[in-house]
């Protein structure tokens, strides 16, 4: 009835308008999610939920072959889109349909579906693939590493675009199932639960899945010859360790460090709260870099951080990020903070609990350690800048920082801290003025001063917070905390 009052005129102008102006409406998905330090990294117009990786890896020659299955939705009207990848697609289908591709930039694989996707869709992204990861170089470097017997995928920030298509930044998380089939008598890590593995005409697939959210470069892959060790955890969680056969001399401190695992775990769960993913281990691949990473739920560790002997501190720091910057992830990557500091810290309490120097004592140290002309003291762990993203002052600056709200809040308040931070935020990300926001809430206590001293100022801060500025003793576990400091350098 209502609709005869509308004169038929009227109805066709009304139409022929909305029609070009939706149209217009789409447009194409930004090259970059809008990280000030990488902007090309990431994507915008769409967010993923999760990646299903199917591939195939031949150590002998390094050929990867792959099919990614992405499931996202679009968050804006989409006429295209991109996602981040090294390699070369030979392939592209949304929701079943080829699309057309075409590669910019460094590492932009642009994707033009037959049909724009209006703002909310869910939509389906296969991409086929081949390539060899360790022959591509993006931004001057190559990620993954090759070893005598295979590959390891483990960097951080880049290390995705060597071997899956995605929106490569840890604001946009999902789920993971990876499927990596390789010759018989070799395995594949990744991260989560082994679902199942199975042979067949020669070659091995190994399911590995992630249940929970996890960032692209958080994401890791390994093939090789490993000894696997598996256990359970006290509340049931499965454990799952891998060492390269060939780790030489390195073999026994490399499995006294990551074999107590489960034992550091527990410890951090006193107080962080519980252990936030599904599955704990760890892995050791005979790889000659010198850096450790917090991949979700198995963290890689190179041979070298056992050279002088066992390295439980290592441990500690991988396994104190699987609260702070893997299920708490940074928003931008300015807020590295909000890891490493934290990470550094984790290994001073762990010094605390072992009787081999107080954070208190260790904090002493560093800052009697660096003059106040140290170089040291213009880097702002709160924004480093990306060439300082891991510089060792985000660490121990970063650590001290911590330190300076423990001595002002007081144990109770502190401790609350950090064990609500990660529930706070979990498998979220946060910016580190959410940091000072929450720690403020917890103490009522205004700490926007005492954080703009020890995070952004370019100047070595008096010390009110800390409780010495005079000649400070090494504490007994500096060296093998020192030890730790090429974390995350790249290789
Ligand atoms: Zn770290």
Request: hydrophobic share 35%.
């Amino acid at each position: 009835m209502y609709r005869r009052l509308i004169a038929p005129g009227a109805l066709v102008a009304s139409l022929l308008l909305a029609i070009p102006a939706s149209a217009a409406d789409y447009t194409p998905g930004a090259s970059g999610i809008g990280d000030p330090y990488y902007p090309t990294y990431g994507n915008g117009g769409y967010d993923v939920s999760h990646y299903d990786l199917r591939l195939k890896y031949q150590p002998k020659t390094d050929l990867l072959e792959g099919t990614a299955t992405i499931l996202a939705s679009s968050t804006q009207d989409l006429s295209r889109f991109n996602l981040d990848f090294g390699l070369t697609a030979s392939e592209v289908r949304v929701n079943g349909k080829k699309a057309s591709f075409t590669k910019s930039g460094v590492q932009e694989l642009e994707v033009t579906p037959p049909a724009g996707l209006p703002k909310g869709t869910s939509f389906t992204v296969v991409v086929k693939y081949a390539g060899k990861p360790t022959d591509v170089k993006l931004w001057g470097f190559t990620s993954p590493q090759r070893t005598p017997d295979g590959a390891v995928f483990a960097n951080e920030p880049e290390s995705a675009a060597w071997w899956f298509p995605s929106n490569d930044h840890p604001l946009d998380k999902a789920t993971y199932d990876v499927s990596v089939s390789v010759p018989d008598g070799t395995q594949a890590i990744s991260n989560g639960t082994l679902q199942s593995q199975s042979s067949k005409l020669g070659w091995t697939r190994f399911n590995w899945r992630s249940s929970k959210p996890q960032a692209t470069y958080l994401t890791t892959l390994a093939v090789g010859k490993f000894d696997i060790t598996t256990d359970r955890t006290a509340s049931g969680l499965p454990v799952v360790n891998a060492y390269s056969k060939d780790l030489g001399a390195n073999e026994g401190a490399a499995k006294a460090s990551v074999e107590r695992t489960t034992e550091v775990a527990e410890w951090l769960e006193s107080l962080y709260g519980p252990y936030p993913f599904e599955a704990l281990g760890g892995y050791v691949p005979n790889v000659p870099s010198s850096f450790a990473l917090e991949t979700q739920t198995r963290p890689f560790y190179s041979p070298k951080q056992f050279a002088n002997g066992s390295n439980v501190s290592v441990v500690v720091h991988e396994l104190a990020h699987q609260w702070y910057g893997d299920s708490v992830s940074v928003d931008h990557w300015k807020d590295i903070w909000i890891n490493e500091g934290f990470a550094r810290y984790s290994q001073w309490l762990w010094s605390e609990k072992e009787g081999e120097g107080t954070a208190q004592e260790l904090a002493d140290y560093v800052y009697a350690q660096h003059p106040a002309d140290d170089a040291f003291w213009t880097v702002k762990p709160g924004d480093p800048g990306a060439e300082n993203q891991f510089d060792i002052a985000v660490y121990d600056r970063g650590a001290l920082a911590i330190q300076a709200l423990r001595n002002a809040v007081g144990e109770k308040d502190f401790f609350a801290i950090l064990k609500g931070w990660p529930q706070r935020h979990a498998y979220g990300n946060a910016k580190v003025s959410d940091f000072v926001r929450y720690a403020e809430s917890v103490s009522h206590k205004p700490l926007a001063s005492l954080f703009d001293t020890w995070l952004y100022q370019p100047s070595k801060p008096a010390s009110p917070a800390l409780r010495s500025a005079g000649v400070a003793e090494q504490p007994a576990s500096w060296r093998a905390i020192a030890a730790t400091n090429g974390v995350h350098a790249q290789g």
